[in-house]
């Protein structure tokens, strides 16, 4: 779940950062937190189940005073550490965006087929470093992606030859089996991480040593000489991939955020409050 999250929040969040702070809703929303967790307990369903899940609960406690791009960025936060990831900070006060589209997806957020020179090129031009980038992508480390993501790795690799020669053996041939109907049934996937699918840790990066990765891009961290050896340090050392996970994510929560008139408090996450035309 937390995939879909990250790059939920990465997209929804066009930069003012000032009038955000840590105690924004003390005094208008005191259990802001508390509804949150308790929210995460029948935890069942999509992420945008999840949010629908919060937003509810938030309306009925504090009508009108959270917004769903707050809640988006602390329940990544907290769903993260639920499940054994590092805690940190989140700055409140974001406003929802008065604009919707579902063309400015494409070229905003990464491929699995893109290549990593692409992939850089587009954090980079969003503020983010390639060490940033690939703490980022340790998000990895839970969650599960639909097979026709990684198909071609395994059925359509080359003219040649129809598996990815660099997949671990058995490992293709498990992801073979899963997704062998895959065109027909859509909603087939895979865990991300195979060894440790439930819960955060460095073994996204031990996997791609091995390779385990299910992604071409993820596959391409470790070939590329400038992510390989950010790759080796999380891979030995999950202390440093936690921290440097946590600065990332402290950054990318305020990417392109919108304060005070630029935006709106939601009534409901999937819907403007007053209908554009």
């Known amino acids: 779940m937390a995939f879909p999250l990250l790059f939920l929040l ?7 950062q000032a009038n955000l702070s840590f105690d924004y809703y003390n005094k208008t929303c005191p259990d802001l937190d508390r509804i949150i967790r308790e929210a995460f307990r029948p935890c069942t369903g999509d992420a945008f189940d999840l949010i629908v899940r919060v937003k509810t609960a938030l309306e009925l406690a ?3 005073i959270v917004s769903c791009s707050d809640i988006l960025a602390q329940a990544t936060r907290d769903l993260i550490t639920m499940v054994g990831g590092p805690y940190y900070k989140v700055l409140l006060g ?4 008065l604009v919707s589209k579902a063309e400015r997806v494409e070229g905003n957020i990464p491929r699995p087929t893109m290549s990593m ?6 954090f980079m031009s969003k503020g983010f470093t390639a060490q940033e980038m690939v703490a980022l992508t340790g ?8 097979c026709k993501e990684f198909a071609d790795r395994i059925f359509h690799y080359n003219k040649t030859l129809p598996t990815d020669p660099e997949m671990y053996p058995k490992f293709a041939e498990a992801l073979k089996k899963t997704c062998a109907n895959y065109t027909e049934e859509h909603s087939m996937s895979a865990f991300n991480d195979v060894m440790t699918p439930g819960k955060f840790d460095n073994m996204y990066f031990q996997n791609l040593q091995r390779g385990l990765g299910l992604l071409a891009s993820d596959h391409a961290l470790v070939k590329d000489r400038r992510t390989k050896p950010i790759v080796d ?3 030995s050392n999950q202390t440093a991939f936690f921290e440097e996970f946590s600065q990332a994510m402290e950054k990318l929560s305020v990417y392109a955020v919108k304060t005070g008139r630029k935006g709106e408090v939601r009534r409901k996450c999937d819907a403007f409050n007053t209908l554009k035309t």
């Not at 020179?117 to 587009?122: A, E, F, L, S, T």
């Not at 998000?139 to 639909?146: L, M, V």
Request: hydrophobic share 35%; aromatic share 12%; charged share 15%.
């Open 10 to 16: 990465f997209l929804s969040i066009p930069f003012s």
């Open 62 to 64: 504090c009508p009108g």
């Open 94 to 97: 974001r406003k929802d965006g």
């Open 117 to 122: 020179n692409q992939i850089i090129k587009m």
């Open 139 to 146: 998000s990895h480390t839970i969650g599960f992606t639909h």
């Open 233 to 235: 340090l999380y891979a």
